[in-house]
């Protein structure tokens, strides 16, 4: 038998073993389908709203607060497409740890983008913040009167847990089988389609949930292309059909006249610079008026 004959009969390495047919498994499935379409646009919205927000800083003096929320956008980025291939390749129950992190990453970047002295200490500490401390702040965005530990950050967030830790909810379903009632290890992922479907609709509701953080993390909303905000509306719509959008709904003619409005209106970053320069009242000339010449 020649080399050729023996590599066909040996089985793929490990890393691939079981994954690449549920590529063509999750394409033939509709609903499966639909959420990789979802994920995708969302994908492109987050990729937009990071690069622009990156050139932004790069334009003007750079802050902590830009800074770390960038890196935790990325990092939640990053991790919509992992969570997107293992789901994908038939690794659900990973898919969903990683969807925890997306969730974590995204309010962590939510909340450091608004709160500079929580990024100087989370940039020159190099610690993680609690996450008492973000779900103090989501609280903001959280319906008036519902406790914390009732919002909807908090139920998701001790949900994943059980499937983040390695909880017997976590690990048994890999090892058993409901329908077989048989004990076996599934070192070599299963296809399900449902499973699969499900993974991805959560994977793309996140993915809009990341965008609406980004939202929140801005100045103002406004200073975000029609365009965008736009898109990001009709995503949302078809990702949670069941939900109800209406307060969304705008005058898009409206918005945009605004939006070239506020941006005639708004210096660049290096007339700013000018600008900040010759006010006599702005932080830096009082700072050296405080400090005298040459400080």
Known sequence: MNSAEESEKMPPPWVWRGCLEHLDKVSQDQRARESTVHIEIGLDLLAYAIEEATRSMH??????????????????????????????????????????????????????????????????????IKDNEVRQYVQKFTAPGIPIKDSPYSQFYEQSSQIHHPTARGCIPLVYSEETKN??????????AEHAANALHEIAMETVFVCFTF?????????????????????????????????????????????????????????????????????????????????
């Open 215 to 295: 939202m929140n993390a801005l100045a103002d909303p406004a200073v975000m292309p029609v365009e965008w905000r736009k898109d990001l509306k009709e995503l949302a719509e078809a990702v949670a059909r069941e939900a109800d959008w209406s307060h969304l709904d705008r005058d898009w003619d409206e918005e945009q006249a605004k939006f070239e409005a506020l941006r005639a209106q708004a210096l660049d970053a290096d007339e700013l610079e000018q600008y900040l320069d010759n006010d006599p009242n702005s932080v830096r000339n009082r700072l050296r008026r405080q400090t005298g010449p040459g400080h």
């Open 183 to 192: 004990i076996w290890p599934q070192l070599v992922p299963q296809y399900d």
């Open 59 to 128: 334009a003007g003096p750079l802050t902590s607060n830009e800074l770390a929320s960038i890196a935790c956008y990325t990092r939640s980025f990053r991790a919509i497409r992992v969570a997107a291939m293992l789901a994908t390749s038939g690794f659900v129950l990973e898919a969903r740890v990683y969807v925890r992190d997306v969730y974590e990453s995204s309010s962590m970047a939510r909340y450091l983008a608004r709160e500079p002295a929580k990024a100087d200490i989370w940039l020159s500490d190099e610690r993680w």
